[in-house]
């Protein structure tokens, strides 16, 4: 399976961490950064990840923040893309079995690095187990599509000044 990892300044020890993990059990790992401690703005590494897992040319995605909050919602903006926070396993096995979850998101601030490693194996090892689950995630993608259309191409959402 190939993964995506990438992270933001406050995940980068973690990220590496998880790199050598994953390599150990022969996962091929594409690294998005960051690439060291020096500050950066962790949507440009989400998006990155989410667009890469939604033109198939990765499988699934881990990112790492502070909280994990940030780059889920980043992440979850791509088109197509979902993105769960866990820090535990039944929730990164759930995300998987129940939700098709492409991309796990976790917080250096919030977990310890060797839950870290069972909570990323537990969503790598899930898949997903269809049934209800199925349906429920038609949905969202028909209301996803819906919502697309209702925005228009020129979208411009900076701050105006009056």
Known sequence: ???????DHHGFAYKEELKQFLHE????VI????????AV???????QVAMDIRKGEVERGILICG?????AIAAGKVPGIRAALCHDTYSAERAQKSNNAQVLTMGAKVIGIETAKKVVEAFLNSSFAGGNSARKLQKISEREQE???D????????PKCS
């Open 147 to 149: 919502f697309l259309k």
């Open 31 to 38: 690294d998005y950064g960051c690439y060291s401690c020096e």
């Open 1 to 7: 399976m190939k993964v995506a990892i990438g992270c």
């Open 67 to 71: 909280t994990g909050i940030g780059v």
């Open 151 to 158: 925005i228009p191409a020129t979208d411009d959402v900076s």
């Open 25 to 28: 059990r022969q996962y091929e």
């Open 41 to 47: 703005d962790y949507p440009d590494v989400a998006f």
